[in-house]
């Protein structure tokens, strides 16, 4: 068993009277990739905008790398290594390919308002480097030779890996992808998949929210199942999709109007996928 890069000990936040993430417990493997499943409105989101310093927890505790990071704001957790994509990544599509990674670099860099507006020496520097990362980004998703295109004119597929890109210029050790797959066929979901498993065999830990229970079931080595905030399941895809709560949960949720159904039905997924 590899050792874990990120630990979460009773987690959870209250909005309200809602208990959207409720005493989880859980752990991501270095070097692997986790999937976070659950039904609609399960507290996925929100676990991902816990560990990545949106939301502070009611209750809990976050590790990363042996560090408590409970309490850190969010370029704090970006710095000490750990970078997420969004549902909808907001792409700027009259900027450059490049000048839109370089935007995600810069949160890693010093130099401020101050430095860019008087172009100091640091400012300089900074844009130099601001400039290789997001280059080293582009060339790890692919991307390099568009460089210089306006990210508009990119397919969907390629915007998504400009979204990526960002997240990797910040250069971080665990990856949290939010609905990666969300708007992509089948063949770019099958592109994506390989990006993925590129990138872990590169060092990168992952971890991942996603519905198309195809990807989920092709890519993950494990799997944590949330429902009502909660942690209901833990395993391989094996396991988990014939964890008798797991498939209560999907089957529920569906019976009230859950959308387990955008898992496509005849795809490897077990009876979870099914549901
Ligand atoms: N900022 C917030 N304020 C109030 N309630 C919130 C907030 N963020 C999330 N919630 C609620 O917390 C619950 C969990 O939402 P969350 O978006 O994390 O679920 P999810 O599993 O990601 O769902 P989906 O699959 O639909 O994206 C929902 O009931 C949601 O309405």
Do not use: C, W
């Not at 809602?18 to 991501?28: G, I, M």
């Not at 399960?42 to 905008?49: L, P, R």
């Not at 401020?112 to 998703?141: I, P």
């Not at 519905?211 to 391989?236: F, P, R, Y």
């Amino acid at each position: 068993m590899p050792d874990s890069l990120l630990e979460v000990q009773d987690l959870g936040i209250r909005f309200g009277g809602l208990h959207a993430v409720r005493d989880v417990t859980a752990s991501l493997p270095a070097g692997q990739i986790t999937a976070i499943i659950g039904p609609n409105g399960a507290g996925k989101s929100t676990f991902f905008n816990l560990i990545s310093g949106f939301y502070q927890p009611t209750s809990g505790r976050i590790r990363f790398a042996g560090e408590d990071i409970t309490r850190l704001k969010t370029h704090e957790v970006v710095s000490r290594g750990i970078a997420r994509t969004f549902q909808t990544t907001t792409i700027y599509k009259e900027l450059t390919v490049l000048e839109g990674v370089m935007i995600g670099h810069r949160v890693r860099t010093r130099a401020g308002l101050f430095d860019a507006l008087l172009r100091t020496g640091r400012e300089r520097r900074d844009q130099a480097e601001s400039h290789a990362g997001a280059m080293r980004a582009l060339e790890r998703v692919g991307l390099a030779a568009q460089a210089h295109l306006p990210a508009g004119a990119l397919t969907q597929e390629g915007q998504k890996r400009v979204g990526i890109a960002m997240a990797l210029a910040s250069d971080p050790r665990l990856l949290l992808l939010d609905e990666p797959a969300a708007g992509m066929n089948p063949e770019e979901t099958v592109n994506l998949m390989a990006l993925i498993r590129e990138l872990v065999a590169g060092g990168l830990t992952v971890a991942l929210v996603e519905h198309k229970m195809s990807l989920v079931m092709g890519l993950a080595d494990g799997i944590v199942v949330l429902h009502h905030g909660q942690k209901i399941a833990q395993g391989t895809p094996q396991q988990v999709s014939r964890d008798p709560a797991v498939v209560e949960a999907y089957l529920g949720s569906h019976a009230h109007g859950g959308q387990m159904g955008q898992a496509e039905p005849g795809q490897h997924g077990g009876e979870a996928s099914h549901a």
